[in-house]
């Protein structure tokens, strides 16, 4: 997919390396195109690598996809350049009266906070009721997913007495839903976190679908309004090394942490980690963005209720 990023943004060159194809605006501007509007709130940290992981994924159908960056107002960075973040993000009040078919929501290492302790879990609420009347669908990533949950539905999340932490095989429990096809019955996803929700709390919501799950990692994928909302607990989008880098950096701090399981070949780190997982990511990206922003959003992106 021919991606429109914002001129000089440092995934453009990473990922031309890769041979992924993304243009930049000037390029973009000469195809007689309407690309999806897709914005993605980003709460990690390293916000570079996320957004990195994200167009990667993002890249892999033959739709042309305008982006953009949407940072948190009263929150600054301490693991991104102050240049980049005034440069490539802009705050939500900036984006508010605009329309978009697609809008993604990432991870942030909060889950052992109470959802109201967080510094800007008012200004985080204002921006998902927007994103109901605003955007088409929304993706929620990992803590994002939790915090919707709860938000929307009031669906509570628990503490973990261990992180989950590692790749996972999980089971699709709704074969015939469009984010689905192509995918096999059984498939792999990374988790890093430190709670969870639970499937008979989802269950007793009648709004929300139970889509796949995990005998080791729990709920996995659930959906709202259609897949207007797509709630995702893991990190699909993690690249091979993600997991290795958050091992390695807890073991520098001198945290008791254990292993991801399931990752690295043998169980040895030394022997680096079994990528199992890309293709299924890919394809739950593509799907997400044929069936459920490209094919629901309208022409005329006013029209979005």
Same mark, same amino acid.
Request: with cysteine; proline share 6%; glycine share 4%.
């Given at each position: 997919?021919?991606?429109?990023?914002?001129?000089?943004?440092?995934?453009?060159?990473?990922?031309?390396?890769?041979?992924?194809?993304?243009?930049?605006?000037?390029?973009?501007?000469?195809?007689?195109?309407?690309?999806?509007?897709?914005?993605?709130?980003?709460?990690?940290?390293?916000?570079?690598?996320?957004?990195?992981?994200?167009?990667?994924?993002?890249?892999?159908?033959?739709?042309?996809?305008?982006?953009?960056?949407?940072?948190?107002?009263?929150?600054?960075?301490?693991?991104?350049?102050?240049?980049?973040?005034?440069?490539?993000? *802009?705050?939500?009040?900036?984006?508010?009266?605009?329309?978009? %078919?697609?809008?993604?929501?990432?991870?942030?290492?909060?889950?052992?906070?109470?959802?109201?302790?967080?510094?800007?879990?008012?200004?985080?609420?204002?921006?998902?009721?927007?994103?109901?009347?605003?955007?088409?669908?929304?993706?929620?990533?990992?803590?994002?997913?939790?915090?919707?949950?709860?938000?929307?539905?009031?669906?509570?999340?628990?503490?973990?007495? *261990?992180?989950?932490?590692?790749?996972?095989?999980?089971?699709?429990?709704?074969?015939?839903?469009?984010?689905?096809?192509?995918?096999?019955?059984?498939?792999?996803?990374?988790?890093?976190?430190?709670? *969870?929700?639970?499937?008979?709390?989802?269950?007793?919501?009648?709004?929300?679908?139970?889509?796949?799950?995990?005998?080791?990692?729990?709920?996995?994928?659930?959906?709202?309004?259609?897949?207007?909302?797509?709630?995702?607990?893991?990190?699909?989008?993690?690249?091979?090394?993600?997991?290795?880098?958050?091992?390695?950096?807890?073991?520098?701090?001198?945290?008791?942490?254990?292993?991801?399981?399931?990752?690295?070949?043998?169980?040895?780190?030394?022997?680096?980690?079994? %990528?199992?997982?890309?293709?299924?990511?890919?394809?739950?990206?593509?799907?997400?963005?044929?069936?459920?922003?490209?094919?629901?959003?309208?022409?005329?992106?006013?029209?979005?209720?």
């Amino acid at each position: 997919m021919p991606l429109k990023l914002p001129d000089k943004l440092p995934a453009i060159e990473i990922l031309k390396n890769e041979n992924i194809f993304v243009m930049d605006t000037e390029r973009a501007s000469h195809q007689d195109i309407r690309p999806l509007r897709i914005v993605v709130l980003n709460l990690m940290p390293v916000k570079l690598t996320t957004e990195t992981d994200l167009i990667r994924l993002l890249s892999n159908t033959p739709l042309q996809i305008e982006l953009k960056f949407m940072k948190i107002k009263g929150h600054t960075s301490k693991n991104t350049p102050v240049e980049h973040m005034k440069v490539f993000y *802009e705050t939500f009040e900036s984006l508010k009266d605009q329309k978009f %078919d697609g809008f993604i929501v990432t991870g942030a290492p909060l889950e052992q906070m109470e959802f109201t302790d967080v510094e800007y879990w008012d200004e985080l609420t204002e921006i998902l009721d927007w994103a109901r009347t605003h955007v088409t669908s929304s993706l929620y990533i990992c803590w994002a997913a939790l915090a919707a949950l709860n938000h929307f539905y009031g669906i509570p999340k628990y503490g973990l007495d *261990e992180k989950r932490f590692g790749v996972f095989r999980h089971t699709v429990l709704r074969e015939y839903v469009p984010l689905f096809r192509g995918f096999d019955d059984e498939f792999y996803a990374p988790h890093s976190r430190h709670s *969870e929700v639970r499937r008979e709390d989802i269950l007793r919501v009648p709004e929300l679908e139970l889509l796949s799950e995990s005998d080791e990692a729990g709920v996995f994928l659930v959906s709202a309004r259609h897949g207007r909302e797509i709630f995702i607990t893991g990190h699909p989008e993690y690249s091979p090394y993600t997991l290795d880098t958050e091992y390695r950096r807890d073991l520098d701090k001198g945290l008791d942490i254990a292993k991801p399981r399931h990752y690295y070949r043998d169980d040895d780190p030394d022997k680096g980690p079994l %990528d199992r997982w890309r293709a299924h990511a890919n394809l739950l990206y593509s799907n997400w963005l044929n069936y459920y922003v490209y094919q629901e959003t309208p022409y005329n992106l006013q029209e979005i209720k």
